[in-house]
């Protein structure tokens, strides 16, 4: 089966397809790949607390070193977006990260970071993809045993940690959060983002309460996924403590979840709509704005009121990447919980997002709701939801073909006024109201995003594209 770079590298299951035979070739592909497009220099190598991750990462540093990279390989978990950091920070060629994010505990991930530190754009992926397929069945791979390697000082040891830290010190108004006292409780998820988020509030002053932070590869039976299922006992935890706040990070620590003082769970679209107003009102922050297709508009009224361009992108973060690095965008933000802001990496960081809402609560000192329900009155805010729909693949094929000529004239009996081919098919509707259908790159599923004015619209607009779909 040939290895592909999906939305987000190359995710398999462990010992079917991702075995460390072909962990060694895509690490050779990487390795020509660099080599063709730059030469040989420093590669960082980050791995989330997965099966086998710490085993996989040597394998990768052995062909590395193998083909004349010096190899920076952390004793321990590292997260994405720090990996990511590490790349900048240490001028290196780029990075190996070896995650599966959110996926079920069977799976492992890869992924390619370039130099400049954020999601391999598809150019990249594809030249890998390219690379992968002219190594596989030649069985050249270089590959320096690690000990080997050591000795030769191709192999070096890396904890970004502390440098990281002190970079998030400088980028977060921590003195405001030390004045505010915030009592917090923290979910890592069993990922690699442990001992970063809790270490920072606590240096911050902080009370901190944390979870599941210790590696569990099997992630305590659930998901390392921050979404309101994978966050109960992060709610119950922050409810039974009298917390102000409950903060979470994916496996890999790019995502982020919040949980207000009550133990409601907030969505990514709140949390991002809460943070761009922070950004907008508190930080004085102006420039454009990035998002999404399938992202919260309340983003695009916060952004109009202060005279701000919005751009819209695919779904995915390189490319919300993309437009931070080439527009300067003072946030760029995505529905499925990535955050980045103006100064820091193009790489979504779940750390940073939560380390933003601890400021945030500190600086107003107010709950997250109160804020929200603020907000609203002073702009009408958008209520969401997405839907993902399990279907077969006769019915998907059916619906993938039947988009290019969809086009209704009315959407629950309100009119459309736009139609947009961005990622999938989008309807802009006369009330403000959208809906979204689209494929999922990660998962065999279709995706239907409305966001309509009240629940009710919601509702109608939810139930009426379904039938205009049959779905
Ligand atoms: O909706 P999908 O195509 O499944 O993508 C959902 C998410 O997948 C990955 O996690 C990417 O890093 C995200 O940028 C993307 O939003």
Known sequence: MAIKFGTDGWRAVIAEEFTFANVRLVT???????????????????????????????????????????????????????????????????????????????????????????????????????????????????????????????????????????????????????????????????????????????????????????????????????????LKDLAWQVRDTGAEVGLALDGDADRFGVVDGDGTFLTANEVLYLVLAHLLEYRRFRGPVARTVATTHNLDRLAAAHDLRVIETPVGFKYIGEALRMHQCILGGEESGGLSIRGHIPEKDGILATALVAELLAVTGRGLKNILLDLQRRYDRLVSRRLDLEVTPEVKDRILNQLPSLSPAKIGGVPVTGRLTVDGVKFLLEDGSWVLLRPSGTEPLLRLYVEAPDEGRLQLLQEDMRSILRL
């Open 28 to 230: 050779q592909a990487v390795a020509n790949y660099l080599r063709n497009a730059r030469g040989t220099g420093e590669v960082i190598i980050g791995y989330d607390n997965r099966f086998l991750a710490p085993e996989f990462a040597a394998a990768v540093a052995e062909v590395l070193a193998g083909n004349g990279f010096t190899v920076y390989l952390p004793e321990r978990a590292v997260p994405t977006p720090v990996t990511a950091w590490a790349v900048k920070k240490y001028r290196a060629l780029g990075a190996v990260m070896l995650t599966a994010s959110h996926n079920p505990p069977v799976y492992a991930g890869f992924k390619f970071i370039p130099d400049y530190a954020g999601p391999a754009v598809p150019a990249i992926t594809a030249a890998i993809e390219n690379e992968i397929a002219a190594v596989t069945g030649k069985e050249k791979i270089d590959s320096i045993e690690l000990g080997k390697a050591r000795q030769r000082g191709l192999i070096k040891e890396l904890d970004p940690r502390e440098d990281y830290l002190t970079y998030l010190e400088g980028i977060i108004d921590v003195d405001a959060i030390k004045k505010a006292r915030l009592k917090v409780v923290v979910d890592p998820l069993y990922g690699a983002g442990i001992d970063y988020l809790d270490e920072f509030l606590q240096r911050a002053g902080c009370q901190v309460h944390t979870i599941h932070n210790h590696r569990d590869p099997l992630f305590g039976g659930g998901l390392p996924d921050p979404g309101v299922n994978g």
